[in-house]
Structures are given as C-alpha cells and as structure tokens.
C-alpha cells in the first residue's frame, strides 16, 4: 500500500468491514512497539444524544411532507422493493 504525498493510504475494504467504518466515522492511530493500530473511534454518549435529537427534530419538521402523488403507500413500497 503506497502513502500519498499528503500522508494518506486507503483503509481496505475488508478492514473498514470488520471495523465498522463506513463514511463519517472517527477512526485514530495508536503507536504501539514501533506499529501503528488503526482502530474506530466510539462517539460520547452525549454527542450520540446529540446527534439522535438532531434527527428526530429533522423527521419531525418533515412529518406528513412526502406527496406521493395518486401512488398508494403498498405501491411505494413495491416500488422500492423492487
């Protein structure tokens, strides 16, 4: 795996897997006897708080806003199943 100019490498996909990284997560480097440990960061309690609340004031501002036009709701749902 080659080093960018910028210092950084691509975490393989089977690594981010396992890890459970996905795009946003916190990752940090921990030197132990000359290697580096890449490891997932948990967010604090208060900021996972902080982000639930976040959303359930998102989805509530948007409550009963989706139109679905003359679709039924067993319809759309059919149409993303499929």
Do not use: C, W
């Amino acid at each position: 795996m080659r080093v960018t100019e910028k210092g950084q490498v691509t975490i393989p996909k089977n690594v981010r897997s396992n890890l459970g990284i996905e795009p946003g997560s916190e990752v940090e480097f921990v030197l132990r006897e000359g290697e580096a440990v890449l490891r997932r960061v948990e967010p604090s309690r208060e900021e996972a708080e902080r982000n639930v609340r976040v959303l359930m004031d998102h989805l509530r501002r948007h409550q009963g806003s989706m139109s679905l036009g003359d679709m039924s709701g067993e319809e759309f749902y059919r149409l993303l199943r499929d």
